[in-house]
């Protein structure tokens, strides 16, 4: 049973479209994170959630909108794709920092393609 | 500069070798994570530690909070044990990881 899950796993897009990827985790936990990988492998956060609430909104384009119908799913929607978002978008979740658990678990992650 | 360095960039060894992977990092932080990538992408958590020493299997990660640095440490490595291995540094002050660059290590049998 897939603790956290991404669809889709690859998504092949033109410039200017509007996608959105799905993240949800079975884990009970109460804090969710997208992360971006650059073609150099690097990670970086880019928005982070903690029951339903944002928590972390690092310097990304508003095109970036990240939505959390509810603490079990947190959704990435891009609007007006650009080349340059291309990359490998990880979802993670841990649970809440004051229960004093900051492991996080990965999603599969989805491999965005703009062309 | 990054807050989170990791050496070396590459690591080739032979099977059997005892591998270390180093990370530095220059900010306060509350705890710091090793993970694995695989070439299929996927990541998975392999540590988590604050202080001290942990080990699992062939893993051992240690942190020195004083001198802001842990290691990874892979006794008698496998060629399965070929990935990208990153450290990344939970912030004092959120719930924000900072990442190392990763280092990518072959194992040759």
């Known amino acids: 049973d897939t603790a956290v899950s991404q669809t889709p796993k690859y998504l092949v897009t033109q410039m200017g479209n509007d996608k959105s990827i799905k993240c949800e985790q079975n884990?009970?936990?109460?804090?969710m994170y997208w992360y971006k990988q650059d073609s150099k492998k690097f990670l970086k956060i880019m928005f982070s959630?903690?029951?339903?609430?944002?928590?972390i909104n690092e310097t990304v384009p508003n095109r970036f909108s990240p939505k959390s119908p509810d603490k079990a799913h947190l959704n990435l929607h891009i609007n007006s794709l650009e080349l340059g978002d291309s990359a490998v978008y990880f979802c993670a979740s841990s649970q809440d920092r004051f229960r004093g658990s900051y492991e996080q678990y990965f999603g599969p992650g989805t491999r965005l393609t703009v062309t | 500069k990054n807050e989170v360095e990791q050496s070396p960039q590459n690591l080739t060894a032979q099977e059997g070798e005892f591998i270390t992977i180093n990370c530095s990092y220059s900010v306060g932080i509350s705890a710091l994570h090793w993970l694995q990538q695989h070439p299929g992408g996927g990541i998975v958590s392999l540590f988590m530690?604050?202080?001290g020493k942990k080990k699992h299997g062939r893993l051992i990660a240690t942190i020195n909070i004083q001198e802001k640095h842990s290691s990874l440490h892979i006794t008698a490595s496998h060629p399965r044990d070929s990935a990208v291995y990153i450290c990344a540094a939970l912030m004092e002050y959120g719930n924000k990881l900072v990442f190392g660059a990763g280092t990518i290590l072959r194992v040759k049998s």
């Open positions: 530690l604050s202080s």
């Open positions: 884990l009970g936990h109460d804090t």
């Open positions: 959630y903690n029951n339903k609430e944002l928590i």
